[in-house]
């Protein structure tokens, strides 16, 4: 096969010239990080009161925490110019110094196995990942940034610093693949990524591992000098990460808004029912209900389904609410038992998890 590579074409006919721009052609779905904008936030877009671990707000973002107390949330405030409408936001409202060897504070993403074996780890032929977001506090400093082989305990901790109180900041940052361990090819996790917030001595006490290690707690988060926890004045936003393969960034990758919400209710999914959703009567004494939920899309695992609200009339459900039982990957089912044989249930808010 010939290529034929030209800076401009000439009219046979005028003999004016017209130059050609330059087109990259950057690969889709080249973007290892789900949501990367923030734009996806299922489960509500504010939550209060945060001092342990979770998912919160903004899919697939997960928090790690024991120190402090947080609200956390989809914030508006975004770097100008980039097309972001979306960034993830920490808030301190209760402060904590660090002073427990445990003490950490961590936003982590994570990533199947299956969704990183073009990586080629645990090869000769191991591939360089590029991670660049767009961050910004008003705590200033250095922050560790930890790629974490959850399959292999293998990890390794790059630095970055915030130079510039409450601006937004692009950071971009390389790192070397592993040629000696690599990825489970299955559903389950294999990369996690962590940005450092705070932490104490148990993470912090040994030496900085900037090429892929085995794990050794102590190496996880050195050159950390910030405690995000320290005064409820700290805030601290991400928005446009983005993991891709190679040596350097390419621009962000946006997706279309119902892409990204498929590809997030994979691991999280809450059936929108309005005021509320009935529950069919299945048996001839009319006490016991049932109705099956289809999921959009196929979750990454038979889900943990819970009925966080529900309504009965006439009868009360036996067990305080309706259960969900028999998920697969497509469907969930959920049962409701009165303890009177007339009246109906209903179900208001469900929620199916089936996150990493």
Known sequence: MSILKVDELQSRTSGNRITLPDVNNYPPYRNLIINGDMSIAQRGSSETGITGNGYYTVDRMRTLTNLGTWTLSQSTDVPTGQGFSSSFKYDCTTAEAIS???????????????????????????????????VKSNKTGTYCLEFFNQDNSR????????????????????????????????????????????????????????????????????????NLADNTANEWY???????????ATPFEFLPYDVNLKRCRRYYFQPEFGTEHYLNTIDSDNSYRRTNIVHPNSMRASPTGTVTTSLGGGGVHSSGKPTVSGTNKDSSAVNGDLTGNAGFARIVTLTLDAEL
């Open 100 to 134: 427990a060897g445990s003490d950490r504070m961590v936003f982590e993403h994570r990533i199947e196995g299956q969704n990183v074996q073009q990586l080629k780890y645990g090869t000769s032929s191991a591939e360089s990942l590029t991670l660049s977001f767009w």
């Open 155 to 226: 990890q390794t901790t790059q630095l970055y610093t915030i130079d510039s109180s409450n601006t937004w900041e692009k950071k971009t940052i390389t790192i070397s693949g592993d040629t000696s361990q690599g990825f489970t090819n299955d559903n389950n996790l294999s990369l996690g990524i962590f940005w450092w917030l705070g932490a104490g001595t148990d993470y912090t006490s040994g030496t900085r591992q900037s090429t892929w290690s085995d794990t050794d707690n102590t190496n996880r988060a050195v050159g950390q000098t910030v």
């Open 238 to 248: 991400i928005t446009g990460v983005q993991l891709e393969v190679g040596t350097s």
